[in-house]
């Protein structure tokens, strides 16, 4: 037992500091309350957790090769892993067959959640025959910094100290503090039986009991109350599985983070690690419009409340991202880990500064689904106005793009304001809508001026006449008449070159071939799906939408890029715009004849 809150983790054992290897990113699953989450590897650890909030420290960190662990598996090392979630829900079970039987363990972050508080629901379970179950809890904050420090039993559980957080852990009564705080205990059940740890960790002192019973009925009843039932889409399960996702990565707050990790390399050892931590407007839009596609749910509201406030705030400087809470995105910096391999330790975004034109075009589309739901209220209005007049100062400026690149006349940026103007000026109809007719009408002109092809196809910049499969979504939704050449010729431009066994890349990477410098973009291969919907060709949009929703993990999760030589996830995960665009695609495509095939 250690009472000293200075200890470092590196007095610690070599052998206590860092978690076993990690997995390839598909065995990874997640759990998640909107305010943080987690991810469960096969042996039953929790590999990486934030607390209280997504973009705090981690406190499990072995995914980036750190200290600590949260690891609930068989004593029987010789088993078979498994699992799956409960329906329309981020509630997973894992599951082990060993030689004796099988075992399984149920977890969710509990919800409705608490912003500076998380409570980590796990019930063991004897499945067929008993089950001995080992239990190792080492909580290491601010990535691994500080290990649990005043661990003590106060006769309703375990409590304990890492940095300023503060910890209890009920279920574990036999456990003995071994280094650096450090609980271990194995946990007999018999066949049939049942048995709950919760372990809490917060920002204060919290005296309510930890009831694990009321725990699971109210995360079992928010979840059934959030997921909207999807049988009238292309892809049911899949489709309840995607709002899940993006329910879970959504905070009470509002804010959507992109992904729950950071650091998760796109390519080994090429320095392409970022932090996903945050909620970029662009992928808040995406989500928002997904299920506007389906219906007026929940998450409809939360998006457009959130990009409501933060154009209000900050007009024409509109940042990309921001916290959920909508702070600022801090600076980049490294962390004193290992890092995933092929990977760095990278927190914090430089993308959060960049003027990206797109994402004012993207949050003008999301007003104009609201108020196409009857859900755009007088801020949300006010915003619109803001976006429009941020549009019309800017749109002939260079800018970073969709892809974060260097400032360039891109036509994705500009296509996506056409849409947005012309979706809100339909929407909206006020006396201004003429007027934002006119703009669109304007910056067409000169983006058809400067960005098509002598070929007939847009190309992806003003000074840049290779092929980009962000084209495909402004195309997909309006930015031209599907009767327009340039559609089919885009996409037939981007599908000659941007395309492999059936998957999209983003764009060329010089002479590089394709998956060589990157992985295809599962974005891109909902996008060509749309695309090719909107083109009228409801066949081929099904073939490319079940081709791209292939490449997920055993999980259902989908990671930003697919390897598709190695038949890998690449990225930070999940990666909710992909689950948005699968959503959207699922529910599009549902009410075309040939997606009627495609339902399971």
């Known amino acids: 037992m250690t009472n000293d809150d200075s200890v470092n983790a590196s007095s610690a054992p070599a052998s206590e500091q860092a978690s076993a290897s990690p997995w390839v990113l598909r065995d990874y699953a997640l759990i998640a309350d909107g ?23 981690a406190v499990f960190s072995g995914l980036l090769g750190g200290p600590g662990a949260y690891r609930v598996s068989p004593c029987d090392s010789s088993n078979v892993w498994g699992g799956y979630y409960e329906d329309g829900t981020l509630i997973r079970v894992s599951r082990w067959v060993t030689a004796d039987g099988i075992v399984s363990c149920r977890e969710a972050l509990a919800a409705p959640a608490d912003t500076g508080r998380l409570v980590l629901l796990r019930q ?131 804010g959507m983070v992109a992904a729950a990790t950071t650091s998760l390399p796109e390519r080994a050892d090429t320095g392409r690690d970022y932090d996903y931590r945050y909620a970029w407007i662009r992928d808040q839009c995406y989500a928002g419009l997904a299920v506007a596609a389906h219906g007026p749910h929940p998450l409809l509201e939360r998006a457009v409340r959130f990009v409501s406030e933060r154009v209000l705030a900050d007009g024409p400087h509109l940042r990309p991202a921001y916290t959920v809470g909508g702070e600022a995105v801090p600076e980049e910096q490294l962390l004193p880990l290992p890092g995933y391999p092929g990977g760095s330790d990278r927190i914090g975004n430089r993308a959060g500064r960049q003027f990206q034109l797109d994402v004012l075009g993207e949050a003008l589309q999301l007003f104009a689904a609201a108020a196409r739901h009857d859900l755009l209220d007088t801020r949300g209005a006010a915003a619109a106005q803001v976006a429009v007049e941020a549009v019309a100062g800017h749109w002939a400026q260079p800018d970073a793009g969709l892809w974060e690149l260097e400032r360039r006349w891109w036509t994705h940026s500009r296509l996506c304001c056409v ?32 960005c098509v092809h002598h070929g007939g196809h847009w190309q992806r910049a003003a000074d840049d006449p290779g092929p980009d499969a962000a084209l495909l979504l402004p195309l997909a939704r309006g930015a031209v008449h599907p009767c327009d050449p340039s559609l089919a010729l885009t996409r037939a431009h981007v599908a000659r070159h941007l395309t492999d066994d059936g998957y999209v890349y983003r764009f060329l990477h010089g002479r590089q071939p394709l998956g060589e410098a990157e992985g295809v973009f599962l974005l891109c291969g909902f996008m060509m799906a749309l695309a090719a919907r909107a083109e009228g060709r409801e066949a081929e949009a099904v073939r490319w939408f079940e081709r791209t929703r292939s490449a997920c993990g055993p999980a259902g999760l989908f990671a930003e890029e697919y390897d598709v030589a190695q038949r890998q996830l690449r990225g930070n995960l999940p990666q909710a715009f992909v689950h948005a665009q699968l959503l959207e695609c699922s529910a599009r495509l549902a009410s075309s004849a040939g997606a009627a095939v495609t339902r399971w």
Do not use: K
Request: a negative charge; proline letters at 5%; aromatic letters at 6%.
């Open 35 to 57: 305010e943080r989450g987690a991810l469960v590897g096969p042996r039953g650890e929790i590999a990486w957790m934030c607390a209280p909030a997504w973009h705090d420290a």
């Open 124 to 254: 063991i379970r004897a499945v067929r025959g008993d089950a001995r179950v080992r239990v190792d809890l080492d909580v290491r904050g601010d990535f691994g910094r500080h290990p649990m420090a005043h661990v003590h039993h106060d006769g309703q559980g375990w409590c304990a100290r890492t940095g300023p957080l503060h910890i209890r852990f009920t279920g574990a009564d036999d456990a003995r503090p071994g280094p650096c705080g450090r609980l271990r205990t194995e946990v007999h059940v018999l066949e049939g039986g049942v048995h709950d740890l919760v372990l809490e960790i917060g920002n204060r002192v919290n005296d309510a009991r930890l009831d694990a019973s009321a725990l699971w009925e109210a995360t079992e009843g928010w979840w059934d109350a959030a997921v909207p039932d999807c049988a009238d889409t292309a892809a049911p399960r899949d489709t309840r599985m995607a709002y899940a996702v993006l329910h879970g990565l959504t905070s009470t707050r509002g």
């Open 419 to 450: 849409v947005g103007l012309r979706d809100l000026a339909r929407e909206l109809g006020t006396p201004a809508a003429p007027t934002w007719s006119r703009l669109a009408e304007e910056i067409l002109t000169e983006t058809r001026a400067r």
